[in-house]
């Protein structure tokens, strides 16, 4: 063999070696057979050079399309000056990133952290705080909805209304009651003199993307004010423009005690925010909560151009117009295919409720190039980026159309 042939071979060698060793992550996600390596707008690239029309955006995180360019431009500028500066220190990328936050919404304050499980678990404490320190009561209990989601911290999968996020972490933490949603009665019951808050995903998006009946929003809403509850909305999936208005909250005319942000609120770069009314402030004085990195300059400035592009662009308004669109066109197009129950969501958070197991037709559909997910075993969950057109919502729907078709002439389907 020649000197060149026994190094490939070597090579070869060593990488199927590589290959076959066990993975160093956990095996905490079940992952899909695509290594993506590149995104632009709307487009991923996987590393063979296939491309795909992106219906998920990494989960509702990537609301202005991958890489965007004025967000990516603020970034680098950033990169350049600083990076990280301890919270023990002014940091004026926070201070304009939330008064920008508090000018399209009816929050005063607002706390910055990593992720929407830590700003529901600072939701969760400042409720706590605020109810025992500030009002001097014992109140400390929650109240969730069965089917919610609101994170994998200990007290947000408490809180969470579905037993799987659950299973083997027992103990749960103390103070956390789950109701049926749309039940008047049973959350009258379920409230004492411990309850401190209720918390209300406007639609629950994990739980097969169901928004929540108006009706029942203003009830709820003036039994918290009658009872001196608050009330909290995790706008984690719902927030930053996805249902065609800045915060889901917003189309039902609510004004919540405090609400929670993540996903799309830096563009892609990991942020989450809790935002609050005036007279929670006293809540959290200096060294009540913190946390290391939440709202450093790089994301702060990107939460910044994010919400400058989402002004300066009209991206809830464009959300609103594209949702009712892509509603319409799965209703036309679906309109005599059984297997398709239902269309339903808000803005460009969409479900299609089907007549059966869904897992097979998301993994058919990245054969076919177009990327979406599940929200439970059947319900397909559509989530373009908020700037996306109504081409490649064409797109988008000719090929779901293809795929509901294939999977179905399947045999056994
Ligand atoms: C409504 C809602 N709340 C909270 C979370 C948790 O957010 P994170 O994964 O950033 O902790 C999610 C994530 O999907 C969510 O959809």
């Known amino acids: 063999m020649a000197q060149s042939d026994l190094k490939e071979a070597a ?7 590589e290959e076959s060793k066990p993975s160093a992550l956990f095996p905490s996600y079940a992952r899909y057979p695509i290594h993506l390596v590149k995104g632009k707008g709307s487009w991923l690239w996987d590393d063979k050079g296939n491309r795909y029309l992106d219906f998920m955006s990494g989960l509702a995180v990537a609301n202005l399309g991958h890489a965007p360019d004025k967000v990516a431009a603020k970034v680098k500028v950033q990169l350049d000056e600083l ?49 025992q320190k500030v009002k001097g009561t014992n109140r400390y209990e929650m109240i969730t909805f069965e089917q919610s989601f609101h994170g994998r ?11 799987k996020v659950k299973d083997g972490f027992l103990p749960l933490p103390e103070g956390f009651k789950t109701v049926p949603l749309h039940d008047i009665p049973a959350l009258k019951a379920a409230i004492g003199p411990q309850t401190a808050a209720v918390m209300l ?8 993307v169901y928004p929540v009946e108006p009706a029942f929003v203003q009830e709820l809403a ?3 004010k009658a009872q001196g509850l608050l009330l909290i909305i995790d706008e984690v999936q719902t927030g930053m423009g996805r249902t065609g208005a800045w915060f889901a909250h917003q ?5 919540p005690d405090i609400f929670t942000s993540a996903k799309g609120i830096a563009s892609g770069l990991p942020a989450g925010a809790m935002l609050a009314k005036e007279y929670l402030r006293e809540a959290f004085p200096p060294g009540s909560h913190a946390s290391t990195f939440g709202g450093n300059p ?21 959300a609103a117009e594209m949702g009712d669109y892509l509603v319409g066109l799965l209703k036309e197009t679906f309109k005599d295919q059984p297997f398709i129950k239902e269309v339903r969501g808000k803005g460009l958070l969409i479900g299609i409720g089907c007549a059966g197991p869904v897992g097979d037709i998301v993994l058919l559909g990245q054969k076919h190039g177009l990327l979406f997910v599940t929200a439970g075993p059947d319900v397909i969950r559509l989530l373009p980026n908020l700037k996306v057109s109504k081409e490649e919502i064409d797109q988008a729907v000719a090929i779901l159309a293809e795929v509901v078709a294939a999977y179905l002439a399947k045999e056994g389907n």
């Open 11 to 17: 090579t070869a060698s060593a990488a199927a070696a």
């Open 201 to 208: 995903e406007m639609v629950q998006a994990e739980g097969g």
């Open 83 to 131: 990076w990280h500066v301890s919270n023990l220190f002014h940091i004026p990328q926070q201070e304009t990133a939330a008064r920008k936050l508090t000018e399209i919404s009816c929050a005063d304050v607002v706390f910055f952290c990593n992720s929407g499980a830590e700003a529901n678990e600072a939701a969760i404490k400042l409720a706590r705080r605020y109810h």
């Open 222 to 224: 003036e039994l918290c």
């Open 153 to 163: 911290t200990l007290a947000t999968l408490t809180a969470t209304g579905q037993q």
């Open 298 to 318: 790089v994301v702060t400035s990107a939460i910044i151009a994010t919400l400058e592009t989402m002004q300066e662009e009209r991206i809830p308004e464009h």
């Open 251 to 255: 189309h039902y005319g609510i004004k």
